[in-house]
């Protein structure tokens, strides 16, 4: 199988990290295969802010528990059918422990900010981004919990967030264990006319 398809196969989303320090070039070469991306009128409507400061990670985990918090207790008393089925799933009970399962302890925290919600082209910078740190040998997960700090205003703060930008959240770092086993696919739904 040639290269591209096979990191397309095997690239697994990664939650166990070492603490390992990843290298400069290691970061330079993912955030320009992230740069290589497609965007309408090649206008690439992003830009790149990469978290190793513990302090602000500290800082994101806490305002993204609280905000789930919220939300979990606003679902609790509008939709108690939808809470409960929440915390059902052991992902979201496990969100509460001592240990970070919202950005899994990762080296490192990178943020692709979205201008002007220009978010399909960073969508696709993120997959690049995911699969050149699989060719490196690296692992990534994309956080969808990550965007709910995006209106706190300390967090704005600290990555100078404009009035229109949106981020988008991906952990990576050098795997702990072997890549997980790859998830069911369900099989492509597919028309030809
Ligand atoms: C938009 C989006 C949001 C996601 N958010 C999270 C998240 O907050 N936490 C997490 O552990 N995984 C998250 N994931 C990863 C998915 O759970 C994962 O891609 C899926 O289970 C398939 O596994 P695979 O990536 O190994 O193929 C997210 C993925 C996408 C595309």
Redesign the pocket.
């Known amino acids: 199988m040639n290269q591209v398809l096979e990191a397309i196969k095997k ?3 990664v ?1 166990f990290f070492h603490s390992k320090p990843i290298e400069m070039d290691i970061i330079t070469t993912i955030i320009e295969a992230g740069n290589q991306a497609p965007s309408a009128g090649n206008l690439h409507p992003w830009r790149f802010i990469i978290v190793e400061d513990e302090k602000i990670k500290r800082l994101l985990l806490e305002v993204t528990l609280s905000k789930w918090r919220k939300i979990v207790e606003y679902l609790k008393n509008t939709r108690p059918e939808y809470y409960k089925e929440i915390m059902f799933e052991s ?1 979201y009970r496990e969100l509460e422990e001592p240990k970070d399962h ?1 950005y ?1 302890h990762a080296p490192i925290i990178l943020f692709i900010i979205d201008f002007r919600r220009h978010a399909v082209d960073c969508a696709l910078a993120c997959q690049n981004i995911m699969l050149s740190t699989y060719s490196l040998s690296l692992g990534t ?6 965007a709910m700090v995006t209106d706190n205003a300390e967090i704005r703060k600290v990555l100078e967030l404009k009035d229109d930008e949106q981020i988008h959240t991906i952990v990576l770092g050098y795997p702990k264990e072997d890549l ?1 086993r ?2 069911p ?1 369900k099989e492509p739904q597919i028309k030809w006319i």
């Open positions: 690239r697994r989303s939650r992902r919202i899994f997960c994309y956080v969808g919990f990550g997980p790859r998830p696919k």
